[in-house]
């Protein structure tokens, strides 16, 4: 059975820090792009980072560039989300992506799996 499980999140002031963990399993997790994404009340769910654990490269949303960091860990199975210089805008439920993307000469097909988020709220 897949299971993504995200913890981490709490409540810190602005400019403060917070370390995300998402740790997975059922999955061989090299096969697997792993995303974290967040949703505020009142707005679209965003994607925050992305990491192929195939290749390592990542990704990051404009507004979290140079503030957060995402880094896996494979033997533990476990992606991590370090978030640093924190403010209120950056309040939201963090959300757990796996991806996994096949192609054949036929199709692209996606598969995604997500855990059921974390809390993290930014103070003024």
């Known amino acids: 059975e897949v299971q993504l499980q995200a913890s981490g999140g709490g409540l810190v002031q602005t400019g403060g820090s917070l370390s995300l963990s998402c740790a997975a399993s059922?999955?061989?997790?090299?096969?697997?792009?792993i995303g974290w994404f967040r949703q505020a009340p009142g707005k679209d769910r965003e994607m925050v980072s992305c990491?192929?654990?195939?290749?390592?490269?990542?990704n990051y949303a404009d507004s979290v560039k140079g503030r957060f960091t995402i880094s896996g860990d494979d033997a533990k199975a476990t992606v991590y989300l370090q978030m640093n210089s924190l403010k209120p805008e950056d309040t939201a439920v963090y959300y757990c992506?796996?991806?996994?993307?096949?192609?054949?000469?036929?199709?692209?097909?996606?598969?995604?799996?997500w855990g059921q988020g974390t809390l993290v709220t930014v103070s003024s």
């Open positions: 992506n796996a991806r996994r993307t096949i192609a054949t000469p036929r199709s692209v097909d996606m598969y995604d799996y």
């Open positions: 059922g999955i061989t997790f090299d096969d697997y792009a």
């Open positions: 990491i192929s654990r195939s290749d390592g490269t990542t």
